[in-house]
């Protein structure tokens, strides 16, 4: 075969791969803005965890900016857990799970897919948090969106890879709901610490100081590391 | 033989300890800066490095189960974690009782003591997640994968002195470049090193039997359940 021809395979294959992919983020997505069962739910128990915040220290403006990024990410922790614990719980009823890895997608693909879903899942939640997060503790966020719309994008794929592999990891426990944030949360303490770092910072209206950067490279390094397991992994994690 | 290796690794290790206890505290003088107290470094550090090397070890076998599929491996993942849970825990007290006695606080949250309390939660969640999965295939599998994600933060306690300015000492030990010990100081550490790993070692051995026992047992229930 002619190099030429060999790179339009390998073309070929990736847009087949990345239209599987898509095709179970847009089944995952579509189940969801019809049944909007986990949203809703993540929704109102992240408004919840912020009404209780304002209870558990004097929401000031000083101390709230000194701790804002803390609070949005616990929020974002927690909510997220429900979304990601539905990821694959939801694919038991009627064996779909069993259905999806017999189909031709493989478990990688599988994996992004869902990954793509649940990012999609966070950051509808963390869009609808932030103003409201705003206009409960007088934080002026709007000061650094770009910086902002990076670093909620790096720390929310750290979220979404951690919690949809441990989430296929758990799938099929007797204690799925607690085995899933135990294992969880530790795994992902030094995206969120990172993210929180930042967020802080972000949240003064003040762009990032060189200082920061370290906390940049640490997720973007979790991310790529964990992406790289997860889709290493999967497959051993489903199939065996 | 593993019997004898258990019993010669724990007669060197509890000869090496008496001695090495004698060295620390009969023979070593008193640090310039810290009084009686640092003494405690030749615990706290040896039981770092040997639950981190435990920790290494956990991985390899995992990674070694998810090749090659034979229970073997996933019973050395098994037993070596959780000696090594253990040492972490002894890093974690002994460096307590230090900060306690130095910094006059029990904990503070730095990147090092975060880091590690973290590394020790992500392996407890390893030997529960264990006891939830009954079925052995299943569980050395999802164990090995939970096993090899938790190392990252292995990597991240190992380097956490030299990525962030921590309330936690710097590099002390020559290897690291760190030279902050006098050579007198520095050589019983190792020897008490020694001591500790074989400690390891022959409980890791002892607990591998266990396993093993436990796998011979499953499989006569097996046996049995099919007759």
């Known amino acids: 075969m002619t190099p030429a021809g060999s790179t339009a395979t390998t073309v070929r294959r990736d847009v087949i791969y990345l239209r599987q992919v898509l095709a179970i983020a847009g089944k995952d997505l579509r189940s969801e803005v019809r049944s909007k069962e986990t949203v809703n739910a993540s929704l109102s128990f992240a408004v919840v965890i912020l009404l209780l915040f304002s209870f558990a220290f004097d929401p000031s403006a000083e101390t709230v900016r000194e701790i804002s990024g803390g609070l949005l990410w616990l929020v974002f922790a927690f909510a997220g857990a429900l979304v990601l614990n539905r990821s694959f719980a939801r694919e038991l009823t009627n064996d779909c799970l069993d259905s999806l890895i017999a189909s031709p997608t493989s478990g990688g693909q599988l994996f992004l897919g869902k990954c793509i879903a649940n990012f999609v899942l966070l950051i509808t939640v963390e869009i609808v948090c932030v103003p409201v997060f705003g206009i409960f503790y007088n934080v002026a966020w709007t000061k650094q969106v770009g910086w902002l719309a990076i670093v909620f994008a790096l720390g929310t794929w750290a979220l979404t890879v951690i919690g949809t592999m441990f989430s296929a990891l758990t799938v099929n426990l007797r204690l799925r709901e607690l085995m899933l944030p135990i294992l969880v949360y530790p795994m992902m303490i030094p995206a969120i610490m990172g993210a929180i770092q930042l967020t802080t910072v972000l949240m003064t209206g003040a762009p990032p100081t060189p200082a920061d950067m370290i906390w940049v490279r640490l997720l973007v390094g979790f991310d790529i590391i964990f992406t790289i397991l997860g889709l290493g992994l999967v497959e051993t994690v489903l199939i065996g | ?227």
């Not at chain 2, 008193?30 to 550090?45: K, P, S, W």
């Not at chain 2, 019983?188 to 002892?206: F, G, I, Q, R, T």
Request: glycine share 6%; hydrophobic share 55%; proline share 3%.
């Open chain 2, 1 to 227: 033989m593993r019997e004898k290796l258990i019993y010669l690794f724990s007669a060197v290790a509890m000869a090496l300890l008496v001695w090495d206890l004698y060295r620390i505290f009969m023979m070593l003088p008193d640090e310039a800066n810290q009084g009686a107290i640092y003494r405690i470094i030749y615990f706290h550090v040896p039981a770092a490095i040997t639950s981190m090397v435990g920790f290494f070890v956990a991985m390899v076998a995992s990674a070694l189960y998810l090749i090659s599929k034979n229970l073997r491996f996933d019973s050395v993942a098994a037993a070596v974690t959780e000696v090594s849970v253990v040492f972490a825990a002894v890093n974690l007290v002994t460096g307590s009782i230090w900060g306690r006695i130095i910094w006059g606080i029990w904990w503070t949250w730095d990147a090092r003591l975060t880091s590690m309390l973290v590394c020790w939660l992500l392996y407890a969640g390893y030997l529960m997640l264990r006891r939830a999965i009954d079925e052995p295939t299943q569980r050395a599998r999802l164990s090995a994968v939970l096993s090899i994600f938790a190392f990252v933060d292995v990597i991240i306690v190992w380097k956490s002195i030299e990525w962030w300015r921590t309330q936690h000492p710097g590099p002390v030990l020559s290897i690291r470049n760190g030279g902050g010990m006098a050579p007198g100081m520095e050589s019983p550490l190792w020897w008490n090193l020694l001591a500790m790993a074989l400690v390891a070692a022959s409980l890791v051995l002892l607990r591998m039997r266990q396993e093993g026992i436990r796998r011979e047992l499953d499989a006569m229930r097996r046996h049995a359940h099919a007759i």
